[in-house]
């Protein structure tokens, strides 16, 4: 993975911000804030160790999954500013659990545009293509 021109992703210094298009990395989500720096993107860096790179709408249905799987994203949590989230809303997604999600054919679906070329590492760009939204 190309790092930034800063030197790389140590240091809590992002990866270079490409898409897995291989475009600039477009933003996901302001509000719900997303991303591993909750800056609105799916940035990465060697810190973010579950990959918060795939920017996913969510539904209903992955939401009750992912809840299941234990990881309730529904649920708000003011005492650590998270909302919760509810169908329609844009998140980073850790890679490794969208394709957990895609294996289990509960994968929500993806804006490539605001996908980090880092989740590459987990994730096929057929399959994220299959599940491809519309950018804003």
């Known amino acids: 993975m190309p790092r930034d021109a800063g030197g790389g992703g140590g240091g809590g210094r992002p990866y270079a911000r490409l898409n897995v298009l291989g475009g ?43 809840r299941r799987m234990g990881n309730d994203l529904s649920t708000p949590m003011p005492e650590f500013g998270f909302p919760g989230l509810r169908q329609g ?7 490794p659990r969208w394709q957990e999600a895609f294996r289990d054919g509960m994968a929500p679906r993806v804006v490539l545009e605001a996908t980090h070329a880092a989740a590459l590492e987990y994730c096929s760009l057929a399959d994220l293509k299959r599940h491809a939204v519309e950018s804003r």
């Open 89 to 95: 809303d844009r998140w980073c997604l850790c890679a």
């Open 24 to 66: 600039p990395l477009e933003s996901c989500s302001e509000r719900p804030a997303t991303g591993f720096f909750r800056n609105g993107c799916c940035d990465t860096s060697a810190e973010d160790l579950g990959s918060h790179t795939v920017c996913v709408v969510l539904t209903a249905e992955f939401l009750a999954y992912s």
